[in-house]
């Protein structure tokens, strides 16, 4: 009987702690990087810089994508990136200084794709947030990539709204 309670108890304790079990999920592709507008780094070693905010990226998409039906796939085809600010060389230091004019933009494709591969919705855009630092409202206020995260967000909403699964 106890062995019986505490496996139930397990099972919906895995149940409630894995919301996304059952949720959409993404794939990104970052073609010629090197060609992008902006992915400088300042100070940071470009390879590490990359590395982690294509990895920050990434993890954000999938945040988005959790929020479409189960058995879905988000692909992406990433094309140019150019983060808020840019960097300026201060004596020794490099720097991003994000300014109003130095707004950020991302270009890319994606698929929306069911269970059986069939192609939901598919688009290319640029998406890119003229008013980025005019919101008082930014949710990533103290998030690395707070501006691009937010301008994805707007996205998201706008192209997959009628698709949303509310949490």
């Known amino acids: 009987m106890k062995k019986s309670i505490l496996l139930i108890t397990l099972l919906s304790a895995g149940f409630l702690l894995s919301p996304n079990a059952f949720a959409a999920s ?7 990087y090197k060609s992008y507008r902006d992915i400088d780094s300042g100070n940071e070693g470009r ?4 590395e982690r905010t294509f990895k920050d990226l990434e993890k954000h ?6 929020n479409l039906p189960a058995d879905q796939v988000l692909k992406i085809d990433v094309t140019d990136v150019d983060l808020a600010g840019d960097t300026h060389a201060a004596g020794i230091n490099r720097t991003r200084i994000v300014k109003q004019i130095y707004m950020p933009r991302m270009n890319f494709s994606y698929e ?5 591969g069939k ?16 919101g ?6 103290s998030k690395s990539l707070g501006y691009e995260k937010k301008m994805l ?12 699964i509310e949490k």
């Open 26 to 32: 993404s794939e990104v592709t970052w073609t010629d």
């Open 47 to 50: 390879k590490s810089f990359r």
């Open 61 to 66: 998409f999938a945040k988005l994508a959790a």
């Open 112 to 116: 929306l794709l069911d269970a059986n």
């Open 119 to 134: 192609v939901i919705q598919s688009d290319e855009v640029v998406v890119k947030d003229m008013n980025f630092m005019s």
């Open 136 to 141: 008082s409202n930014l949710k990533y206020r």
């Open 153 to 164: 967000d707007d996205w998201f909403k706008d192209a997959f709204d009628t698709l949303i």
